[in-house]
């Protein structure tokens, strides 16, 4: 298998954290992508991905898989041992709930906030956004507040439970913690009241899928 990927980035990140949880690092061979002389905007990366995202996973038959939760679901399943997606409808239905709350109100609403409203990758990259969405500095701030929203909300949820779809840890996890990642490229500082969430991060470092992803 191959992951088409850039080392430190924050989605990225998730599907690492999922490989070294699952003990599959050693099985991946990565190929680096350099956004920010966007790679990922050229004909032969679109013609693996048409959405110009990485990562990306390539399987030994040549099947392409992007999108993190996609290819968390093939990583999670394929070896017949699922244990960060669910296994009961209940716990699958909780952790694809929270999994795409973590996307929509923090990964992503950072990301917009950050390739819209700040300098992103830089103008090489710029140059490939909409045009239409170019200077849309206020729409890209909207973002940085529903993200600060969705820090609070992810904060409130770990209030109640040790992780962020209920009992255990799930991809759910990963999502938030690339989220986190993220939020600190873009400058945005995590609330210290949000002091669940920061406990939750410090416990998640402590994991060793986690540390060596
Ligand atoms: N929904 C996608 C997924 O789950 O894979 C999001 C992927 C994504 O946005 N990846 C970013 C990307 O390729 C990389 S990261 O910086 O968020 O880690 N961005 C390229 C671009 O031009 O915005």
């Given at each position: ?31 680096n ?13 679109l ?21 993190c ?23 699958k ?42 200077g ?58 949000y ?14 899928g986690?540390?060596?992803?």
């Open positions: 298998m191959k992951i088409y990927d850039t080392p430190g980035f924050p989605n990225p990140l998730r599907v690492r954290i999922v490989l070294a949880e699952k003990n599959l690092l050693a099985r991946v061979e990565f190929i992508i350099d956004l920010t002389a966007a790679e990922h905007k050229q004909p032969a990366f013609a693996i991905n048409p959405t110009g995202t990485i990562p990306v996973l390539e399987l030994d038959d040549g099947t392409y898989i992007s999108e939760t996609a290819i968390t679901e093939y990583l999670d399943n394929f070896a017949g041992n699922p244990t960060l997606t669910g296994t009961t409808a209940r716990e239905a909780l952790i694809h709930m929270m999994q795409k709350r973590a996307e929509s109100e923090l990964i992503d609403a950072i990301g917009i906030y950050f390739h819209h409203a700040t300098a992103g990758l830089g103008p090489i990259l710029q140059a490939y956004k909409s045009p239409e969405w170019a849309r500095t206020e729409w890209g701030q909207m973002h940085r507040e529903k993200a600060l929203a969705g820090l609070g909300y992810f904060d409130r949820v770990l209030r109640q439970q040790p992780f962020i779809a209920g009992e255990g840890f799930s991809m759910a996890d990963a999502t938030v913690l690339g989220g986190l990642l993220f939020a600190h490229y873009a400058n945005i500082a995590v609330p210290e009241e002091s669940a969430l920061l406990a939750w991060k410090a416990r998640m470092y402590l994991r060793p986690v540390a060596n992803a």
